[in-house]
């Protein structure tokens, strides 16, 4: 088992930043890929960005905004997200899995409990 624990989240201002953290723990073996997904009551769970065996992956809505990274030897990720839109307010998942097209597509095996940001003046 792989548990995922996001910190992080909070209200933050239009055009502000704030950045996500994503701390794993339990059977990770050589780091899963890993990633982030957000999610606005009624609608479905969208990919935001992901890190893989290949490298990096981001969703077109926050590419050049946001970036995520990864700390292997403290098996955790990093989602910073820069120029905040009120449309980037959402519940974000940190999401694992040991398949790259699990992961972007939503299908990990392996979630977060989720973290609240809300963007707004």
């Known amino acids: 088992q792989v548990q995922l624990v996001e910190s992080g989240g909070g209200l933050v201002r239009p055009g502000g930043s704030l950045s996500l953290s994503c701390a794993a723990s339990?059977?990770?073996?050589?780091?899963?890929?890993m990633g982030w997904f957000r999610q606005i009551p009624g609608k479905e769970r969208e990919f935001v960005a992901a890190v893989t065996y290949s490298g990096t992956n981001y969703a077109d809505s926050v590419q050049g905004r946001f970036r995520v990274s990864r700390d292997e030897t403290r098996n955790m990720i990093f989602l910073e997200m820069n120029d905040l839109n009120p449309e980037d307010t959402a519940v974000y998942y940190c999401?694992?899995?040991?398949?790259?097209?699990?992961?972007?597509?939503?299908?990990?095996?392996?979630w977060g409990q989720g973290t609240q940001v809300t963007v707004s003046s």
């Open positions: 339990g059977r990770t073996g050589r780091m899963f890929p």
């Open positions: 999401a694992a899995d040991p398949s790259r097209n699990n992961l972007v597509s939503g299908g990990a095996t392996y």
